[in-house]
């Protein structure tokens, strides 16, 4: 389980920012931060791809808001795809 205090957020550019981690003194990492950071934009993929889904039920899928949050998912996997192939060189 990942740590509580961890946030993600989207940064206009949509690059993923990473706040509440504790040094490396206060705690025992569970996880590298790589780990960290891949956790993290999973669950902000999840969370943008529930936030696409039910404004689309309410506004359809053409709906500019639709594509604008189609477009921040897009980001939000291309950034999980780019921490997977930094993890893996």
Known sequence: MINKNLKAKVSPMT???ITGLLSSTQRKPRY???EEE???I???IYEKRRQLNKYAEAHGHTDPGSLRYS???DDLINAFNRSQKK???
Do not use: F, G, K, Y
């Open 15 to 17: 690059s993923v920012m």
């Open 32 to 34: 590298s931060r790589e």
């Open 38 to 40: 891949s956790i993290l």
């Open 42 to 44: 999973e669950e902000a």
């Open 71 to 73: 477009m921040e998912l």
């Open 87 to 89: 993890t893996t060189d």
